[in-house]
């Protein structure tokens, strides 16, 4: 069994989480073409949002961007590396989502998939978020806590 560790993002995170986040989506970029580049300013999220890493050793496999917005707190990304997926560190990473959000004083998390993405979407849904709103090729969520 993998066991990791979840802490705060430095800056010297950011090439590994891009690395991490490209991984993740990988799968995703053949079937979507209008993915946007999910990795491309990891260093600046470090820099300004709250950013976690989870590690297996000294390898970033996952990562969680979670910023701060007015009334409720927005995933921004929520990353597992294919490699490590099916161990819990999702859920790991979601329950730390909800904490932290407690922890600031929010009751409401949200995030924003795709459409192309229904196992994203079959999987929040399994942990209680609900669909709140499409637009195009968007798929809002939101989960009380």
């Known amino acids: 069994m993998d066991i990791w560790t ?5 800056p010297d995170d ?8 490209d991984a993740a989506y990988a799968q995703y970029a053949a079937r979507i073409s209008d993915l946007p ?12 949002h709250q950013v976690w890493v989870a590690e297996i050793g000294k ?16 995933l921004a990304n929520v990353a597992v590396h294919p490699n490590h ?9 979601i329950a730390l989502a909800e904490r932290e959000a407690l922890d600031r004083g929010y009751r409401e998390l949200r995030l924003t998939t795709h459409r192309d993405m229904p196992e994203n979407i079959v999987f929040y849904e399994r942990l209680g ?12 969520m939101k989960k009380t806590v």
Do not use: T, Y
């Open 6 to 10: 979840i802490r705060r993002a430095v």
């Open 14 to 21: 950011a090439d590994p989480l891009s690395d991490c986040i």
């Open 37 to 48: 580049p999910l990795s491309a300013a990891c260093a600046d999220e470090i820099a300004q």
């Open 59 to 74: 390898d970033i496999v996952g990562g969680l961007v979670m910023i701060p917005m007015e009334g409720f707190m927005q």
């Open 85 to 93: 997926r099916r161990i819990g560190l999702g859920l790991a990473l």
């Open 129 to 140: 978020w609900q669909l709140d709103n499409r637009h195009g090729n968007k798929v809002s």
